[in-house]
């Protein structure tokens, strides 16, 4: 592949104010003479495409700034060749949690916000275990508002495996596309929300193909858990490998989360009843703590990795539902675990052990599936209503 690097600058994010107008300049100037002084102070500070790509030939971290700058420049102007070659030289290089956190600034940034009005946790995985399991996070999520968690639930349909978090939900009947206002009115009426990604962050698109053109995981793979619309300040979150869990979790405070776990499991992207988990847990203004989270430990008996297998997304929700209705078993157990750890990492309880008792209380009494009748009848109620509201 040939990559033509064009001699360009780099385009600040907008809105964030990286060159500020000097003092002397903001009372006496013209508003055209303060618009030409600031182009000119961005014009300074800016870097050229160029320079990026060889400052990560050298093997020179960039600051946050810069990532942020470089993806937004590249998204401005997208050309695949100059975000193949930035991306398979981050990797490279090996990218730091700024440059993580300023790329997913540069997402968030052009995403679709959600204003939900009190805190949110989001249990999400990187995904590329590869392993085809039933859908545990999001089964998990709805467990965890039965607890009493406000959940903004943040995915997609399947890339990779058979089924993906927004094709499971829309299976068990709840309405997938919905807009900032009505995933707002579900987390308050039903005490979970989903937020679809292409909806939210059509910036993406053009990102995809140069993704599975690349075919090697780059830092785009590790992004998804980053960008929940709703800022989500607690989360539960899986990773691919343990390799890059420090990685995730320094990334997670930087965009300012309160309190995250970043968790692996038997080559799972989240807790599993199948072994013990490696967990890097972060709360702001701390340092990370680093562990191993052994389910039995808490309650949860081992099990197998058939045991926790998937397919579509019509036998997914089946399972699901049974589980939801009080089924025991190790989808359960897994639901359950996940659920709990989350509760405590969302603070509705003090620990991973008070948190799986809650939640297995919740959900062997059926009350996971009372909140998705409730997630269902108010997804349906707002689909409707922007649906009027369109035409």
């Known amino acids: ?121 989001d249990i999400v995985g990187t995904g590329g275990d590869g392993i085809g399991s039933v859908n545990i996070s999001t089964g998990a999520s709805v467990v965890a508002a039965a607890g009493g968690a406000r959940v903004a639930k943040h995915g997609s349909r399947s890339v990779s495996s058979l089924c993906g978090s927004a094709d499971v939900i829309e299976a068990l009947g709840v309405a997938v596309e919905l807009g900032p206002e009505g995933v707002a009115g579900c987390v308050r009426e039903a005490g979970i929300g ?22 090697v995981r780059t830092a785009i793979n590790m992004l998804g858990p980053l960008l929940n619309p709703a800022h989500a300040e607690y989360g539960l979150v899986g990773v691919y490998s343990t390799d890059i869990s420090h990685l995730m979790a320094d990334s997670l405070l930087r965009l300012g989360v309160r309190k995250a776990l970043v968790v692996h499991s038997a080559g799972l992207d989240e807790l599993t009843p199948m072994a013990p988990a490696d967990v890097v847990e972060v709360v702001a203004g701390g340092r990370a703590n680093h562990y191993t989270l052994d389910p039995q430990k808490l309650g949860i008996p081992r099990c197998k990795v058939e045991d926790l297998a998937g397919g579509d997304a019509a036998l997914n929700a089946s399972i699901l539902r049974d589980v939801f209705g009080g089924a025991r078993g190790a989808v359960a157990d897994a639901l359950n675990l996940n659920a709990g750890v989350a509760l405590a990492a969302a603070q509705v309880v003090a620990t991973p052990a008070d948190g799986v008792a809650l939640a297995q209380e919740v959900q062997r009494a059926g009350k996971a599936g009372d909140v998705l009748k409730k997630w269902i009848e108010s997804s349906q109620k707002h689909a409707s209503a922007e649906a009027v509201a369109k035409r």
């Open 194 to 215: 989903f937020m679809y990604a292409p909806t939210y962050h059509p910036a993406m698109r053009m990102l995809r193909g140069v993704r599975g053109a690349l075919k």
């Open 1 to 121: 592949m040939q990559v033509h690097l064009q001699h360009r600058p780099l385009r600040a994010a907008a809105g964030r104010g990286r060159c500020a107008v000097p003092a002397p300049f903001s009372g006496h100037a013209t508003p055209r003479q303060q618009q030409q002084r600031v182009a000119m102070c961005h014009a300074a500070a800016q870097l050229q495409m160029r320079d990026v790509i060889e400052m990560l030939i050298d093997k020179k971290d960039l600051t946050e700034p810069q990532a942020e700058q470089t993806l937004t420049s590249l998204l401005d102007e997208f050309s695949p060749e100059q975000a193949a070659a930035f991306l398979v030289l981050l990797r490279a290089k090996g990218e730091t949690p700024s440059e993580i956190a300023g790329l997913a600034k540069a997402m968030l940034e052009r995403g679709v916000r959600v204003n939900v009005g009190q805190p949110v946790v």
